[in-house]
């Protein structure tokens, strides 16, 4: 079973409560989704959408929109807003992937690195004054009894 899904809130603490509540809500309407996908996908998207929370400017006002499908054999999302670009450094990535910061010690910077280790498929686009980033978790085999 398949469904679409779509949320849209502004960059405040509150909205990251409301996409929790929208993948509970997946997970209740496609119990065939393994609980290990949707909660690795979970923490991708919160860490993401917790991002453009903390970081997008104007702070509180930049709007964001949450497109999910949730597909036979992959969960796939776009998480969308209008803030300002994101600064990608091309020493953060690694092999394909967000690398975490060199300093074990620092408190920031690790975000997009466990969000990459979460999913498939994590990337970032700036296009017409819209970042948009787009994840996929490709989903595991549920084993029957």
């Given at each position: 079973?398949?469904?679409?899904?779509?949320?849209?809130?502004?960059?405040?603490?509150?909205?990251?409560?409301?996409?929790?509540?929208?993948?509970?809500?997946?997970?209740?309407?496609?119990?065939?989704?393994?609980?290990?996908?949707?909660?690795?996908?979970?923490?991708?998207?919160?860490?993401?959408?917790?991002?453009?929370?903390?970081?997008?400017?104007?702070?509180?006002?930049?709007?964001?929109?949450?497109?999910?499908?949730?597909?036979?054999?992959?969960?796939?999302?776009?998480?969308?807003?209008?803030?300002?670009?994101?600064?990608?450094?091309?020493?953060?990535?690694?092999?394909?992937?967000?690398?975490?910061?060199?300093?074990?010690?620092a408190e920031d910077g690790?975000?997009?690195?466990?969000?990459s280790v979460a999913l498939?498929?994590?990337?970032?686009?700036?296009?017409?004054?819209?970042?948009?980033?787009?994840?996929?978790?490709?989903?595991?085999?549920?084993?029957?009894?």
């Amino acid at each position: 079973m398949s469904g679409d899904y779509t949320l849209r809130g502004l960059s405040v603490p509150e909205s990251l409560d409301q996409l929790h509540d929208l993948l509970q809500q997946v997970a209740e309407e496609h119990e065939s989704v393994e609980a290990t996908d949707l909660m690795l996908f979970e923490t991708a998207v919160i860490e993401i959408a917790g991002n453009v929370v903390e970081h997008g400017r104007p702070h509180g006002n930049v709007a964001w929109t949450f497109d999910l499908a949730v597909l036979p054999d992959r969960l796939a999302a776009v998480l969308s807003d209008d803030g300002q670009a994101y600064d990608l450094d091309e020493e953060q990535m690694a092999d394909g992937r967000w690398a975490m910061p060199e300093d074990t010690f620092a408190e920031d910077g690790r975000g997009l690195a466990l969000a990459s280790v979460a999913l498939d498929e994590l990337d970032y686009q700036r296009t017409g004054g819209i970042n948009s980033w787009t994840m996929v978790r490709l989903r595991r085999e549920v084993a029957q009894p």
